[in-house]
């Protein structure tokens, strides 16, 4: 009898020994002279079970997990046995509570095909998406975009649809076809995570893009803290090249439309649509004053459209099925799925996609199990580093663009941090500061001045320096960066800075809040 | 972790070379440099200008931007620790202050000896196994200061 096992190639469960317990699987199977086939996935999302195996039964995948190398021969063993007991065991994958309880379309096969096998992408899905775009047409394409409320999941939120709508009315030589894939955001690992382990659900995703718009370029704009991604990424879209579905004549020679994957340089500002078209032009990653828009005046000039990979991502799902069954999950004008990235010091951290409308309570205590160390959770980083700290008296908010800015916060890529009752939240708001310093691009005076005198300023209130005048000084300095800033990076330090100090203004040497808000 | 070459004017054209043609080449044409040479070496500097057709000043701007760009090789082990938010609240301060201990070097600097480089990097995208680090290119999650410390023994 065969034995078919799935072991994650996704660097998040490579970083805790997924190689090694590749490797052991395979010595323990050699050794019995057993022919087993080990086949390598992204991961399915659930880090603190990683790494997480899986085996083939008659009755579905049974996965063990978190599994050391030194439980090779005892796994082997009960995979033997048909996905048979092992204090590992964890049963059905889609069982397990974490899993079962969301929603995934855009992550439909990550964790679950072999990212670089075109034959299984097809088999789960793969590609219809692009046939319906084929079958409706470009200008019923974006229509469908449109209708289906999707929204920027790199975190500015703008319809994805009234983009591309704009570059296919745009006059331009040439059009193209950007992938926003700098996901520079602590906590954020969901970009990561589709180009590791389904890389063509984004390459499809450019492809229906590029023929929506009229484009024939597209380029990946991939930081290079992601070397598996990149490897990944570039081996998917030779697999696709080879087979016809990127080049000259894609789609039977209906359109000609190519990816190029660019690495970047450590810059985190990149992220910023305007600066990483700079980076991709060869130049120093600067912000672009706007207008005009990319949507006008992109890379070299010319009509772009630049996206999100999880934007990007969520295309193919969406034609496939229609916009309507995506637009009706969600909630106000946040429609369809996230995929919310729990990071930090929670017990279950991971991706969980889901509908817009969980509340953050629901999320960090009862989906995330609370803390790693046991401690009470103190305070929530919400949308990366330039988010607002959540304390707890608003975990009732929920996971909508409008609802998080009307608490002066932002869900940005979807990244939750998470921090116990250990944390020191004037040091916190120090580093927004200093983080803000280090990767301010230079280009305006708020934001790169601003941030050296907001650790300044921070520094003299941890030190108890004349604390009133200093915290005045520092809510008009995060004004002044607010409102004065080119773009998020100087423009949106402030939330982490202002939170902090709002909500928890004892770590600032000031006294508690009297009541507790939202309450 | 391999080594690097010396540094070779024709070998250096040849790179030029082979990545120029493209459009935005410059980000390719270093990257392809510093793989090679293990940072962009003072002369690559006009050569790349040159087949560029821009000035040196554009080609240093640019080089000094960007964090990964180096103007000398870093030591022969390069050890990246995550300094970002995800991995602060798992005790990122704790770790980083006994690795700069343990390496005997603070953050940013390489060893006298040149053997290691220690230096902080903003997000691995390994936040719900934080804290975490890449050590000469290889992931590494939930360290812990023992973790580490065997991490950093193991290095030839």
């Known amino acids: 009898m065969s034995l078919t096992l799935y072991v994650p190639r996704d660097a998040g469960a490579l970083a805790v020994g997924a190689e090694a317990v590749a490797a052991a699987l395979l010595q323990a199977a050699s050794r019995r002279g057993l022919a087993i086939t080990l086949v390598r996935t992204g991961s399915r999302g659930l880090y603190w079970l990683e790494p997480m195996v899986e085996v083939a039964t008659p009755g579905g995948r049974i996965a063990y997990g978190p599994v050391d190398p030194a439980d090779a021969e005892a796994l082997l063993e009960a995979a033997l046995a048909g996905g048979g007991a092992h204090r590992l065991r964890l049963g059905a994958p889609e069982q ?44 019923a394409t974006i229509e469908e975009v449109v209708e289906s409320g999707l929204r920027g999941r790199g975190g500015a939120g703008f319809p994805t649809g009234i983009k591309w709508r704009t570059v296919a009315a745009a006059e331009g030589a040439r059009k193209y076809i950007v992938c926003n894939a700098d996901e520079g955001d602590s906590g954020t690992f969901s970009d990561r995570m589709v180009m590791e382990g389904d890389p063509f659900v ?21 930081r290079s803290e992601y070397p598996h991604a990149i490897a990944t990424l570039n081996d998917a879209i030779a697999l696709a090249r080879a087979e016809g579905l990127l080049g000259s004549d894609v789609a039977g020679g209906r359109f000609a439309f190519d990816i190029e994957v660019r690495v970047g ?9 305007t600066a990483l078209l700079d980076s991709l032009e060869g ?11 990319p949507a006008h005046k992109g890379l070299f000039g010319q009509p772009t459209v630049i996206n999100n990979v999880i934007s990007l991502a969520s295309v193919p799902v969406i034609l496939a099925d229609g916009a309507a069954s995506y637009r009706d999950i969600g909630m106000g004008r946040s429609r369809g799925t996230m995929p919310i990235q729990l990071a930090g010091n929670i017990r279950h951290g991971g991706l969980f996609e889901a509908g817009f409308g969980v509340t953050l309570g629901e999320l960090v205590d009862d989906i995330g199990g609370g803390t790693a160390s046991g401690r009470p959770v103190r305070a929530v980083q919400v949308g990366g580093p330039l988010g607002a700290y959540f304390p707890r008296a608003l975990f009732d908010t929920p996971f909508d663009y409008e609802a998080f800015a009307a608490r002066d916060g932002l869900i940005g890529h979807g990244g939750v941090v998470v921090f116990d009752d250990t944390v020191d939240m004037a040091r916190q708001a120090r580093f927004a500061m200093a983080f803000c310093g280090i990767e301010s691009c230079g280009k305006c005076t708020p934001c790169r001045i601003g941030s050296v005198r907001g650790v300044e300023v921070i520094d003299r209130i941890i030190r108890g320096e004349d604390r009133p005048a200093q915290l005045a000084l520092l809510e008009d300095l995060c004004n002044t960066m607010k409102f004065g800033s080119l773009c998020a990076l100087g423009g949106f330090t402030p939330y982490p800075v202002m939170s902090a100090l709002r909500h928890f203004p004892e770590d600032f040497g000031a006294a508690p809040p009297a009541r507790v808000a939202a309450e | 972790m391999r080594g690097f070459a010396m540094w070779q004017p024709d070998r250096a054209a040849a790179l030029i070379a082979a990545h120029a043609g493209q459009d935005g080449a410059l980000l390719p044409v270093l990257h ?19 087949a560029l057709n821009l000035t040196r000043a554009d080609v240093h701007g640019v080089i000094s931007f960007y964090h990964d760009f180096r103007e000398v090789p870093a030591g022969r082990h390069v050890v990246k620790l995550c300094r970002a938010e995800a991995c602060q609240a798992m005790g990122g301060d704790a770790l980083a202050a006994h ?58």
């Open chain 1, 96 to 139: 397990i509570p974490f899993l079962k309880r969301q929603t995934r379309l855009t992550f439909a096969r990550c964790g679950i095909t072999d990212p670089l096998s075109l034959d299984d992408y097809r088999a789960h899905g793969g590609y219809l998406g692009l046939q319906r775009a084929l079958s409706l047409g470009t200008a």
């Open chain 1, 265 to 273: 340089a450590g810059a985190y500002v990149c992220g910023e649509e």
């Open chain 1, 283 to 293: 130049k120093r990653g600067q912000v672009r004053a706007k207008p005009p828009l």
């Open chain 2, 32 to 50: 392809a440099i510093q793989a090679e040479f293990g940072c962009i070496p003072d002369p690559a500097v006009p050569m790349v200008a040159d």
């Open chain 2, 99 to 156: 690795a700069e201990a343990a390496c005997g070097v603070a953050l940013g600097h390489t060893t006298a000896d040149g053997r290691l480089t220690l230096e902080a990097i903003y997000c691995l995208g390994l936040c719900a196994t934080a804290p975490s680090a890449l050590v000469d290119g290889e992931v590494v999650g939930r360290l812990t200061i023992t973790k580490l410390d065997r991490v950093l023994e193991a290095l030839p």
């Open chain 1, 202 to 222: 984004l390459i499809e995703g450019m492809t229906i893009a590029a023929f929506a718009v009229g484009a024939d370029k597209g380029y990946v704009y991939l």
